[in-house]
């Protein structure tokens, strides 16, 4: 099949439910043949027409024809000795992205990406440096759970390895809205991946009219990345403050905890040395989230090459928590993963854009800065190794 003729094909693993069913009418089939392709496609991890016996001939020879379900193209793999595995993923000719799945001994979390690149400038992300490439489209959003569980190999019982899906990997999921909820809606579907609404966590940097759109359109939990107890900190290091403060952010996320009946919002706080991680910060925080249905996870900062940020010591890190958890407010620490495999989201998938681009003469490269030269130390620590579900991760309380 030649790239044109893929090109037109259908990307099966794009469909929502009801996308699926049109689709199979499309093609003169029944919408219960809807059911029991999405019964290969999510529950089975099939991904070859042919192999699916019970669909009549002829409709799997216009599957072959019409559609095709394919995930992301791996570029590369990596395996962590605490059993981390990181995959760098294809999005376009010179552009990846990569996801993150971490094994414990009660589930298995996969870190995805929603974008390849991020727009929003946050001051202490690596991918932020990277800048905006595009937003990944709902079938390698969703293909990258597809391929997790695939590349995993189904458990004893056909029991799928991914049980946690969070949204923490490249980009800003709610900048990607349109591509992202039939994604998330497809991951939550009973006759998709079927993973409980708990267990699917979209973690945003605060984009807050989107807060209340989704509120409207799906009931996955919620991360927020907040990062300082007051404006002018936040300003500085998560710039969409300026357009949506602390207070409306806030407002925004009661009211999706209440249309949703979901039991709390997880706030990220990355601790940055002698700028975010003072008992005095933890006191603010605490007048912002006391009594409301809030957690607070503390992320100790991944450094890379060029940023001016320090991680906050541990000790330092630990009396920050036990601050908030006297004063009534849960907080958790992230525990790091993957450190062997610099784990690190927007980092890895960087260092191989800039090879790309090389490798095609670009030199407009060497022009974008000291991350685009591929110069970049290879021995950074990863935020990739955090930047997974807390929700999920088994933290320390
Ligand atoms: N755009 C989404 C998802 C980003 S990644 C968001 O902002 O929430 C998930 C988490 O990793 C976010 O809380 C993000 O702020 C955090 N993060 C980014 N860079 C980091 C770094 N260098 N060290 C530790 N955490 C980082």
Redesign the pocket.
Known sequence: MDAAADDARTHLLGLERPALEAFVASLGSKPFRARQLMNWMYKRVEGDFASMTDLARDFRAQLGEHAVIRAPEVLSRHDSADGTRKWLLRADGTQAFEMVFIPETDRGTLCISSQVG?A?D?A???TAQQGFNRNLTTAEIVGQVWLANRELGLEPGGLRPVTNVV???M???LANFRNVVPAVRIMLDDLGFDISRRRVTL???GLVPQIYKLAEETNCAL?V?L?APDDALRDELVPINRKHPIAELLEACWHYIDEQNGRSITF?Y?MLDGVNDQLSHARALTRLLRGKPAKLNL?P??P?PGTRYRRSPMSVITAFRDELIQRGVLATIRRTRGDDIDAA?GQLAGRVNDRVRVRLGDKLAHAMGPRATGDVAVGDVA?GD??MGDVAMGDVA
Do not use: Y
């Open positions: 991020c929003l946050c202490f992300c690596s949204l923490m990997g980009g800003e999921p973690s945003t940097s991360a990345s990062h990220e990355v992320i900062f991944n890379f989201c935020m955090v930047a």
